[in-house]
C-alpha cells in the first residue's frame, strides 16, 4: 500500500528569521510554485500547528508543517518494477534520498515496458519494505560505475533536479584515459549534439550542438595513461567519453569512442557527489568506493611500467 500523502515536518532557520513565510517556502526549501500554490490553496502548510497565509514572516525555531497529496504530482508513484534488491549498495540513506553505488553494466533504468534487471528495478525491491519507490533524478551510463541519486519521494524530486540544473549539486568522476601530456589542470569547452552517422553516438559540434563543459585534474601517470578527476559543468549525453575522445585522450575501455582495447571495461566512475540535502540544506558528500575493475586496471599497467 502506497501512500496517500507525504508530510515533513521542519522548522524555520536562523537564516530565514523574519522571511515571509512564501521566501521560506519558494527560495530556502526551493519548492516550485505549483506545490506552494497547492499546499497554500489546500491550507496544508500550517506553521506552529495553525495555518498561516504565505506573505506572513516567519521566526527562527518556528514548526512548519508540510502535507503533500498525491494530486499534487503529475507522476506521483511512477511505474517501477522491483527487481531482485540483494544487488543494492547504499552509499547513503535518509527519508527523503538515497545514494547508490551502481553496478558497472547495470542500465540506470528500464528502456522497454516489462523490462527489469535495472538500478531503480533493484532499488524498488529494496525500497518495498519503507513501502516507497524510486525517482529518477539524473542518469550514469550503463557500463558508468558509482554514485547516483534517487528521491524517495516526488516532493523533493523537484529540489534535487532544481539542485543538479543549478549546479548546486557537483558529481566528480574518475577516469583514465589513453596518452599523458595534459596539463595538470584543464577546462574542455566544446558544444555537443547527435552524430549523423550512429544514433547511440554524440559527437562534438554534431545536430543540434549545445554547450558543454567539463574541468579536469590529472591525479597520476601511469605508462601511457592518465587518471582524471573530473567534474561536469554540464550534464550531456555521454559528455565525459566524447569530449576526452575529441581532445586525443579517450577513456581506457570506451566502445564507441574508442577504438582500442586495453580495458574490456569502460573505465569511468561517478566518485562524489555533494549536495545540500531537501529541506535542511545540510551539505553532504558522500563517496563511492574505487571499484574492481578500476583496481585491476592500474596493477596491470604498474605491472607493465
Do not use: C
Amino acid at each position: 500500500m502506497m501512500n496517500k500523502y507525504w508530510i515533513f515536518n521542519e522548522t524555520v532557520p536562523e537564516s530565514m528569521n523574519g522571511e515571509s513565510l512564501k521566501t521560506l517556502l519558494s527560495q530556502y526549501w526551493e519548492l516550485p510554485k505549483h506545490l506552494v500554490y497547492s499546499i497554500r490553496h489546500g491550507e496544508r502548510v500550517l506553521v506552529d500547528g495553525k495555518y498561516r497565509p504565505v506573505n506572513f514572516p516567519v521566526k527562527t525555531g518556528e514548526k512548519v508543517q508540510l502535507t503533500f497529496l498525491p494530486s499534487d504530482f503529475v507522476s506521483p508513484f511512477p511505474d517501477v518494477a522491483a527487481d531482485s534488491a540483494a544487488t543494492v549498495n547504499i552509499l547513503y540513506e535518509d527519508s527523503n534520498l538515497a545514494v547508490i553505488n551502481k553496478r558497472r553494466g547495470d542500465k540506470t533504468h528500464p528502456n522497454q515496458p516489462g523490462e527489469v534487471g535495472a538500478t531503480i528495478n533493484h532499488l524498488a525491491a529494496y525500497l518495498e519494505t519503507e513501502n516507497t519507490l524510486p525517482y529518477m533524478i539524473h542518469r550514469l551510463d550503463q557500463e558508468t560505475s558509482g554514485a547516483m541519486i534517487f528521491a524517495k519521494n516526488p516532493a523533493v524530486v523537484p529540489i534535487l533536479v532544481h539542485d543538479i540544473a543549478s549546479k548546486q549539486i557537483t558529481r566528480r568522476y574518475l577516469a583514465w584515459v589513453q596518452g599523458t601530456g595534459l596539463s595538470q589542470t584543464g577546462t574542455i569547452n566544446l558544444p555537443i549534439g547527435r552524430d549523423p552517422e550512429d544514433k547511440r553516438k554524440r559527437k562534438v559540434n554534431g545536430m543540434g550542438a549545445v554547450p558543454a563543459i567539463t574541468y579536469y585534474e590529472v591525479i597520476k601517470e601511469v605508462g601511457n595513461a592518465s587518471l582524471l578527476s573530473i567534474k561536469l559543468g554540464s550534464g550531456r549525453t555521454h559528455q565525459i567519453r566524447v569530449h576526452f575522445a575529441a581532445v586525443g585522450h579517450p577513456l581506457i575501455g570506451d566502445p564507441l569512442y574508442n577504438s582500442s582495447n586495453e580495458s574490456d571495461y569502460l573505465l569511468l566512475h561517478s566518485w562524489k557527489v555533494g549536495l545540500a540535502l531537501p529541506f535542511s540544506r545540510k551539505q553532504k558528500i558522500v563517496t563511492a568506493p574505487i571499484p574492481a575493475h578500476f583496481i585491476e586496471f592500474q596493477k596491470r599497467l604498474e605491472k607493465r611500467h
